[in-house]
């Protein structure tokens, strides 16, 4: 009850309603207008990327706090959430228990960290159990959707990406090893980790959206065998297809 008056509270004070869908709690910090816009255009895209998957807009909202020191940000997640960033090395994160997106304001890039984590929060909204590579891979994707112009596209910062993904393809990397190494988050393979499922999840967005759809819904019921259930010729196919991608078509933006 008490947090429910409290949030309430912050409500009127300093809460920033944004398209009445996400409500973000500014914890010593406050957010320029551009970035509001930006996060406000990557809500738009992801309700309607989610909607579009899951045949059912959410009505819901989500939650942010935002620290505005990484310090803030680390006692909060260790008391509140009960997970020490530190661990991982997450400059974010999204915690399903207190259906919350926890972020701090001394990152490189602030709109992108928020829009990686509310796909998070959307996704979680829908289905509880997504692989982790799967979730990882679509909030990688999402984190650099850009409005301009009243148009949507993928950042630039994404070349960085590419040249990653290429290399690591390049010296036979797949996604098995991915799923073969338990922990997405061991800070060794992380990178590496992050890196695979962002490229296969790009693949499949560019190349049959329907697909990467289909696949995610899968993946909700059946965590264990969605792949090769939704993709033809399985794991086994999808991985040279991806190399086949990266090496002659590019993702965009070129
Ligand atoms: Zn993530």
């Not at 909607?51 to 680390?74: Q, Y």
């Not at 329907?210 to 399985?234: H, Q, V, W």
């Amino acid at each position: 009850m008490i947090k429910t008056v409290i949030f309430c509270c912050c409500l009127c004070l300093n809460y920033i309603s944004s398209a009445q869908e996400v409500r973000i709690k500014l914890e010593n910090c406050t957010l320029e207008p551009a970035v509001l816009k930006q996060i406000k255009g990557s809500l738009t895209f992801q309700l309607d990327f989610y909607a579009g998957i899951f045949k059912d807009k959410t009505k819901n909202s989500f939650r942010a706090r935002v620290f505005g020191s990484k310090r803030e940000f680390l006692t909060y997640s260790k008391s509140k959430a009960d997970f020490n960033p530190l661990r991982t090395s997450a400059i974010a994160f999204y915690s399903p228990s207190l259906n919350e997106m926890i972020l701090h304001t001394e990152v490189d890039n602030f709109a992108s960290t928020f829009s990686h984590e509310l796909s998070h929060a959307i996704l979680h909204y829908y289905c509880k159990n997504t692989e982790t590579w799967l979730d990882e891979g679509i909030a990688d994707m999402l984190e650099d959707v850009i409005l301009t112009d009243s148009v949507y596209t993928f950042d630039s910062r994404r070349i960085e990406k590419v040249l990653s993904a290429k290399k690591l393809l390049q010296e036979g990397a797949s996604l098995q090893n991915v799923i073969d190494s338990g922990d997405f988050y061991n800070k060794t393979t992380s990178h590496r980790n992050y890196t695979l499922s962002w490229a296969v999840v790009a693949y499949l967005y560019e190349t049959d959206t329907r697909l990467l759809f289909s696949m995610i819904t899968a993946s909700c019921k059946n965590p264990d065998e969605f792949i090769d259930m939704t993709y033809p010729g399985g794991l086994s196919l999808l991985m040279p297809d991806v190399k086949s991608f990266f090496f002659n078509n590019k993702p965009s933006p070129d």
